[in-house]
């Protein structure tokens, strides 16, 4: 008697530190910008410290991941992290992320799941594209510093959730001097052939940044009153640096 099986590859999570979250998660708070919804992981901090033109300084589970060299970031199934760059390896610049466009994310914290990549030392973060939403949506955003948001997303009717389109362009004059930024984004994804033998699915980043920084100041000037915390000093080689 022969017998015969298959055993289906496993899709749940491997550990109590797998975190699947989704939309309604990822709507309960305001964002500032897209890659802000990576915060609702638990254990990871992002922060842009060196400007809006330069990838955001991830910490995950205690690692200083700097601009990405310890996690592996996929976002549409694409790996993101580049294998070399001048800010170190594994530099992953996710300022290109749309928050409206991210249906779900995949968090492993840790390094057990054969599916992480090799830039996963601290774990593995994985944005699922998409839009439940159907139709046209546009969304104005003005706060603080004059910081100014404009975002338009379309997914047709009929179409599945995969299929979207979305750009996004954003401004700020910073917290002090010398510090205003300025950024376009636009993600565009299809799926075709949902529900039959195979199935396709093609998707496009755009990304542009530019943002001034204020260069270093010295403690004593500070402390003494010659130059606000938020200041910069008034010579052009210092800021330049």
């Known amino acids: 008697m022969n017998v015969a099986g298959e055993r ?9 530190s ?38 955001h300084r991830y910490m995950l589970r205690g690692f200083d991941a700097d601009h990405g060299q310890d996690i592996a970031f996929k976002v549409g199934g694409l790996p993101i992290n580049m294998p070399s760059h ?29 599916r992480q990549g090799d830039f996963a030392v601290a774990g593995s973060i994985d944005v699922d594209l998409g839009s439940e ?3 046209w949506l546009l969304k104005s955003i003005y706060g603080s510093f004059n910081t100014f948001r404009q975002l338009a997303l379309w997914a047709p009717e009929g179409e599945t959730e995969e299929t979207f389109g979305a ?7 910073g917290f002090g001097e010398n510090r205003k930024s300025a950024g376009a984004d636009a993600v565009f994804q299809v799926r075709l052939g949902e529900g039959d033998r195979w199935s396709y699915r093609g998707s496009g980043f ?14 004593d000037d500070v402390e003494a009153g010659r130059v606000g915390f938020y200041d ?9 640096q």
């Open 167 to 173: 750009v996004s362009y954003n401004r700020s004059d």
């Open 18 to 55: 797998n975190f699947d979250i989704d939309r309604d998660v990822l709507e309960a708070a305001p964002t500032q910008e897209g890659a802000d919804v990576l915060t609702r992981a638990p254990g990871l901090f992002i922060a842009r410290t060196a400007g809006a033109a330069v990838a």
């Open 232 to 240: 910069v000093y008034p010579y052009a080689t210092a800021r330049g």
């Open 206 to 219: 755009l990304h542009g940044a530019r943002a001034s920084t204020a260069g270093v100041l010295r403690a």
């Open 133 to 135: 939403r159907r139709g």
């Open 86 to 114: 001048i800010h170190g390896q594994g530099y992953a610049d996710l300022g290109f992320l749309i928050g409206e466009s991210v249906a779900e994310l995949h968090v492993i914290e840790g390094v057990y799941d054969p």
């Open 8 to 16: 289906q590859s496993r899709q749940s999570g491997r550990g109590a």
